[in-house]
């Protein structure tokens, strides 16, 4: 072996070719594991953005958005589809049947609901959304975190969807008040931090839950929990069991307690305390 070798005080012979140096440290194989990853949803050019943000501002000052939020959903989109198009027209805006399909998709999202977030809200794979400013979006998919090929105009229309998440729940975020938690209608767990806070623009976070609830039986499906666990575990959810779940950010303490929840009686009443609601509990008597 060469180590042994090199331990003799003796000169190193000219002919071996020196060991090459060290790479030096420089933090990039972090970015490069989040940078070289599958973007989520289409590649945008500047030129799109530009296009969007002037029909978008013609639209807003053709539109009457009172007698639009009167209308549901899906009238609302036909309303604002038919509006876009005139705009696309009378401003001779080039562009592919395919691109006009995503601007008009893309403003119909930022008048009636999340802007950006969107695409990203409708996708199960995806646990966690991380927003740090207009221009920079990850996701996290299969316990991988992604840059996502996502961004907004400005930080001006990332904190008016802040605004608009938190108010669901009676909330508001701003500078006196900069950091909000709140959930979606989905049940999703939400954070904004606002400025003066966050330096760089309005950061926000969304924990998002599947649609389909884990079991006790699917944690040992995984190989998180042997069986032997998940026969104590439902004893203890069964039992009334005082219980203590701890660990660290997204270690899974929210999926195992709901698992457990799974094993109270549909004739209990169950009391909860959340600070952001979190439990997705099926029994019928639940405050």
Same mark, same amino acid.
């Given at each position: 072996?060469?180590?042994?070798?090199?331990?003799?005080?003796?000169?190193?012979?000219?002919?071996?070719?020196?060991?090459?140096?060290?790479?030096?440290? #420089?933090?990039?194989?972090? #970015?490069?594991?989040?940078?070289?990853?599958?973007?989520?949803?289409?590649?945008?050019?500047?030129?799109?953005?530009?296009?969007?943000?002037?029909?978008?501002?013609?639209?807003?000052? %053709?539109?009457?958005?009172?007698?639009?939020?009167?209308?549901?959903?899906?009238?609302?989109?036909?309303?604002?589809?038919?509006?876009?198009?005139?705009?696309?027209?009378?401003?001779?805006v080039?562009?592919?049947?395919?691109?006009?399909?995503?601007?008009?998709?893309?403003?119909?999202?930022?008048?009636?609901?999340?802007?950006?977030?969107?695409?990203?809200?409708g996708?199960?794979?995806?646990?966690?959304?991380?927003?740090?400013?207009?221009?920079?979006?990850?996701?996290e998919?299969?316990?991988?975190?992604?840059?996502?090929?996502?961004?907004?105009?400005?930080?001006a229309?990332?904190?008016?969807?802040?605004?608009?998440?938190?108010?669901?729940?009676?909330?508001?975020?701003?500078?006196?008040?900069?950091?909000?938690?709140?959930?979606?209608?989905?049940?999703s767990?939400?954070?904004?931090?606002?400025?003066?806070?966050?330096?760089?623009?309005?950061?926000?976070?969304?924990?998002?839950?599947?649609?389909?609830? &884990? %079991?006790?039986?699917?944690?040992?499906?995984?190989?998180?929990i #042997?069986?032997?666990?998940? %026969?104590?575990?439902?004893?203890?959810?069964?039992?009334?069991?005082?219980?203590?779940?701890?660990?660290?950010? +997204?270690? +899974?303490? %929210?999926?195992?307690?709901?698992?457990?929840?799974?094993?109270?009686?549909?004739?209990?009443?169950?009391?909860?305390?959340?600070?952001?609601?979190?439990l997705? &509990?099926?029994?019928?008597?639940?405050?």
């Amino acid at each position: 072996m060469q180590e042994e070798e090199v331990s003799a005080p003796a000169p190193v012979s000219s002919d071996a070719p020196p060991p090459p140096p060290p790479e030096p440290d #420089t933090g990039l194989a972090t #970015t490069q594991a989040v940078e070289d990853v599958e973007p989520a949803g289409p590649k945008r050019t500047d030129d799109y953005y530009n296009v969007k943000t002037t029909i978008f501002n013609a639209l807003i000052d %053709t539109i009457d958005l009172t007698q639009l939020a009167q209308l549901d959903n899906e009238s609302a989109r036909e309303e604002i589809r038919d509006i876009v198009n005139e705009i696309i027209a009378i401003k001779n805006v080039v562009m592919s049947i395919a691109e006009q399909e995503e601007l008009l998709e893309d403003i119909c999202n930022d008048v009636l609901g999340y802007g950006p977030l969107e695409p990203l809200l409708g996708r199960d794979d995806i646990a966690d959304i991380m927003v740090n400013g207009a221009h920079r979006t990850f996701i996290e998919v299969s316990g991988k975190v992604r840059s996502a090929n996502i961004r907004f105009r400005d930080n001006a229309q990332l904190m008016n969807i802040c605004q608009r998440i938190v108010s669901q729940v009676g909330r508001r975020v701003d500078e006196s008040n900069p950091i909000c938690d709140a959930r979606l209608a989905d049940g999703s767990r939400v954070n904004v931090i606002a400025p003066p806070l966050a330096i760089d623009g309005p950061s926000l976070t969304i924990r998002k839950f599947k649609k389909d609830r &884990l %079991t006790l039986d699917k944690l040992v499906e995984f190989g998180t929990i #042997t069986p032997d666990g998940a %026969t104590i575990l439902s004893v203890i959810g069964k039992c009334r069991c005082n219980v203590l779940i701890s660990g660290g950010t +997204g270690s +899974g303490k %929210t999926t195992l307690l709901n698992c457990l929840t799974a094993f109270i009686e549909r004739d209990e009443r169950v009391i909860t305390c959340e600070d952001a609601a979190e439990l997705q &509990l099926q029994q019928p008597h639940v405050v």
